[in-house]
Nanobody, 122 residues
Framework: VQLQAFGGGLVQAGGSLRLSCAASGSIARINVMDWYRQAPGKERELVAHITSGGSTNYADSVKGRFIISRDNAKNTVYLQMNSLIPEDTAVYYC?????????????????WGQGTEVTVSS
């Protein structure tokens, strides 16, 4: 199983970015998909959360600015980030709670993507 995140970059304050994270492998089911971020010198924090049914939750700091969505057919989660501020600067990681086939056995667990860097300039 592999999660690949991309879409980060440098943007001016007030701008937008769209992150994507695609899961690949012998995936049977993906339950929850999340976006986390880790700013320099800070702990990793949960930014947004989406269930397989499409229910969402957001950190207070991004409510009204970020939108999480997913395409179950593509095993992909997105994070639309609008009205970006310098405090959003961080490495963004996707995480998926999923079940996959390993040999003849189904295994479940949480898997992380490699991170994509977002820098917001003032």
């Amino acid at each position: 199983v592999q999660l690949q995140a991309f879409g980060g970059g440098l943007v001016q304050a007030g701008g937008s970015l769209r992150l994507s994270c695609a899961a690949s492998g012998s995936i049977a089911r993906i339950n929850v998909m999340d976006w986390y971020r880790q700013a320099p010198g800070k702990e990793r924090e949960l930014v947004a959360h989406i269930t397989s049914g499409g229910s969402t939750n957001y950190a207070d700091s991004v409510k009204g600015r970020f939108i999480i969505s997913r395409d179950n057919a593509k095993n992909t989660v997105y994070l639309q980030m609008n009205s970006l501020i310098p405090e959003d600067t961080a490495v963004y990681y996707c995480n998926a709670d999923l079940t996959h086939l390993s040999g003849r056995t189904y295994r479940s667990g949480a898997y992380w993507g490699q991170g994509t860097e977002v820098t917001v300039s003032s």
